[in-house]
């Protein structure tokens, strides 16, 4: 869109699918039907049929936009809400927590192979990893270790 706003030039016309595609919010699509008809650049919606060059347009403009942007806080909030119930539910959401028991016995394969003279990569791909998720379950259990001892100590 940035690439496609930068490209246009006075005497062009943007066709849009709908009027929404032009922006998140009602502010930010009247800024840019705005700013382009300010550049010369005219704006044409092909569902919409809007033409904001007319005040009639400009103000269907405003109309759909709002209605635009209405919709989509419905949709945010009905997400929101279905992700609430689910989460009541007991529906965990993102990665499943990795067994530190595993990724110890994992760590400890992959400290031998790296003893042996393999690359990171290759020991990782023994264990079923990528390079940067052996970095990352390195440092996790170096950070879980640090925390141990520093609990003992205290």
Not at 12 to 27: A, F, H, Q
Not at 111 to 124: D, L, Y
């Amino acid at each position: 869109m940035q690439k496609l706003l930068e490209h246009a030039t006075d005497g062009d016309t943007l066709v849009v699918w709908r009027i929404d595609r032009l922006g998140r919010s009602l502010l930010d699509i009247l800024n840019t039907v705005s700013g382009l008809r300010d550049r010369g650049i005219q704006v044409q919606s092909i569902s919409d049929g809007i033409d904001p060059a007319t005040p009639t347009g400009r103000l269907m403009l405003n109309m759909l936009a709002t209605l635009a942007e209405y919709e989509r806080e419905l949709i945010v909030e009905r997400v929101r809400a279905g992700v609430a119930v689910a989460q009541e539910a007991g529906t965990q959401f993102g990665r499943p927590k990795s067994d530190p028991a595993v990724v110890a016995e994992k760590l400890a394969i992959v400290a031998v192979a790296r003893a042996e003279g393999k690359t990171a990569e290759k020991a990782a791909s023994l264990v079923g990893w990528s390079r940067p998720t052996l970095y990352r379950h390195q440092a996790d259990h170096a950070a879980r270790n640090v925390s141990m001892a520093t609990s003992t100590v205290s």
